[in-house]
């Protein structure tokens, strides 16, 4: 057992409480959220606790209370006292460049912007695109929407202009707010505004564009179209009641891949979800009130959302934001950070420590790493290279680490371990969160409950922070999640439980990648390659990656008559970066004149994996293939 600094403060300090409250969280879960509930100040306590069916994909809580999100993360912290007490500390690219902000100076910004966003007549429920990087603005962005029950959609600032466009008309925005350029590590000037600028030429939707100024870019205003954030705040109030919100008003929709079809809107609803991300952070970080908290997510992702915004702001927390990347100046950064700010609880994912690790310790010890006390890992499972590296080298073997298992649909943390009761095993997110109650399936839908067990991994009950539909698209989110094993929620993650009762995430059924953490449909990337002009046809699939966990490898045929060459190989890899975004960069290419199709038409995707895992001893069953010699080929020239 790792011996744990703050395991005389800690929120659960032994096992048996552990025990105890999981068991009573289960048994009497509408008795339980209603006392967790209470952590967040109501304008209104709700009576109702949840109103769930499975059945029919419907899923309420809390909802006759009233509440705003902007006012928990702000306004009460101030209320009670704590007005002077840094809520966020922003550390720029360059390491000498760094701002802090109080509670009492963050909420003056956020209320500034939101009256400059009803000046400009926005109001509750409208959609707000949030296309930034990096800087405090975007925070301050995203708070004010919530203040005035505007619902925020943050694009990830690398996504292209083609899939922020179709982000943007999928919810009919009617504004964006970017910032002029971008910087990260030694790129600068990343084109954001010119992105937005793309997007909008035509757009019927959005009639304004909000726009800070992070470089001296140069960039085109259009006069009464687009607005420098600087100027509108110049002559905003700082005064904005916060509206009063019905707890399963939407707060935030936030797209995220399948196995099928474009991006799903992913929308979060108010009360239930600040309650889960705010009690999720502070127990499972074991966040403690002069703790300094650093997330290293970007917050165009959902672990940004519940772990560097909603989550530690809610709790009075010191949350550390970074704009720039692990690597610069060099690959001591991270480390630099945590001496500089003196950094207690950090949480990062396994790609980012595969590629840290690869450099060599020097790079970590150069820098005093005495104030950390917790390290977090989210993405993918962690192996046991990185875990064993992670805790000796960068947690000097004082910390624990919590491998926390989520998604973006389950808007905070379901499995992990808790950080002063949990007996570790490195590659287990260990064991469920309270009020979770997880299960193994088998292919027909049976509970397998005996240890050990593998199979597919399920949630029997709901949770407040549980996604509660996809935007304009109800039938989708009963058919992605609800349909395949009737009264359980599918993650799409495969999983096994060991005789401790332990769970081990073996990674994704479905036809998603999880390319460095960030997921991938399949079909998307299908789609973008499917745009080159040569291509005939494509498909995809994983395989493993050093760094990235996993990368992409493409199977294309082009049309007939096209000779494959150099330039046509990267012509494809271009359109893909194009379409969706430099994130989506295709490892491995390799060109057949067909793929492995059944006689219905069907591509078989399990031998390409088996192929591009040169796996070839396995590819099981061939014969039903419409034309099995087509599969020598794919062998022959496997890249
Ligand atoms: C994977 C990120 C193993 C998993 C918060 C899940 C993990 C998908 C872990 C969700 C972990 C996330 N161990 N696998 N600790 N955390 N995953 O929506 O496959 O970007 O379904 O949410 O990432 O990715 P998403």
Redesign the pocket.
Known sequence: MIKYKNIKNAHIKSDLIYRDLYETSIKDSDLFWKKISNRVDWFMKPKKISDVDFKTAKIKWFQDGQINASYNCLDRHINNGYGDKVALIWEGNNPDHDKKFTYKQLLCEVSKFANVLKSHNIKKGDRVCIYMQMIPELTIAMLACARIGAIHSIVFGAFSSDSLRDRINDLNCKVVITQDSGVRGTKIDIPMKCNVDKVIKNSECVQKVFVVKRTDFKIHMKNQFDFWWHKEMNCASNICEPEIMNSEDPLFILY?SGSTGTPKGVLHTTGGYIVYSSYTHEIIFDYQPDDIYWCTADIG???GHSYIVYGPLSNRATTVMYEGVPNYPDFGRFWQIIQKHKVNIFYTAPTALRALMKEGNAYVEKWDRSSLKLLG??????KKPEWEWYYKIVGEEKCPIV????????GGIL??PLAATTKLKPGS?TKPFFGINPVILNEKGEEIKENPAEGLLAIKNSWPGQMRTVYGNHDRFFDTYFSQFSGYYF???GAKRDKDGYYW?T??VDD?L?VS???LGTAEIEGAIGQYKDVAEAAIVGFPHEIKGEGIYAYVTLMTGIKPNLKIEEGIINKVREVIGPHANIDKIQFSIGLPKTRSGKIMRRILRKIAHNKLNDLGDISTLADPTIVEQLIKYRK
């Open positions: 995220t992702w959902i672990t890992s989210v993405g993918e499972t962690i491998d926390t298992w989520w998604q973006t649909e389950t499995i992990s997110a993650t799409g993650d995430i990674g994704r998603v999880n953490g960030h997921r």
